[in-house]
């Protein structure tokens, strides 16, 4: 989980994105979610909703909780966002307009979060699932633990 690079990238293609599916969707992609989506992007950690708040507020803006909510759903629907439930917090995704199930490897030390995806752990849980006539609505997993570069510097401590 190496992230050395420049995040106004990150942020340019998410947006150009976010743009096009929207575009191709009919919905609206308005100032505040486009502000919301970079504010999400500026790194490659969760961000919490009140965060956000606090963001557009030294900003100048004055959105209150439910309308940042209501854009981080829109977000979320439109699949440009996921919300990294054991934080209660959101990170951009990486290949939204792609149907995908999303497992995300969270840094507990950096708190850098990175989607993955598998199809061989995907299908090893619809098939667990369906073993036990289970039907899933939805399926994130989330792996806690601690990426390269912080063991690396654990080791050089």
Known sequence: MVHTHDHSICIENAVEEAERICAERGSRF???RRRILTMIWQGHKAVKAYDLLDQLATEGGSAKPPTVYRALDFL???GLVHKIESLNAYVGCP????DHVSQ?????????????????L????????AAQSFSIKGQTLELH?????CR????AA
């Open 30 to 32: 308005t100032d505040l």
């Open 76 to 78: 979320m629907e439109e």
């Open 95 to 98: 290949h939204p307009g792609s």
């Open 104 to 120: 995300f490897l969270i840094c507990d030390e950096c708190e850098t979060v990175e989607e993955v995806t598998s199809p061989a």
């Open 122 to 129: 995907t299908k090893a849980v619809t098939g667990a699932a």
């Open 145 to 149: 633990g601690m990426c390269e570069n």
């Open 152 to 155: 690396k510097g654990k080791k």
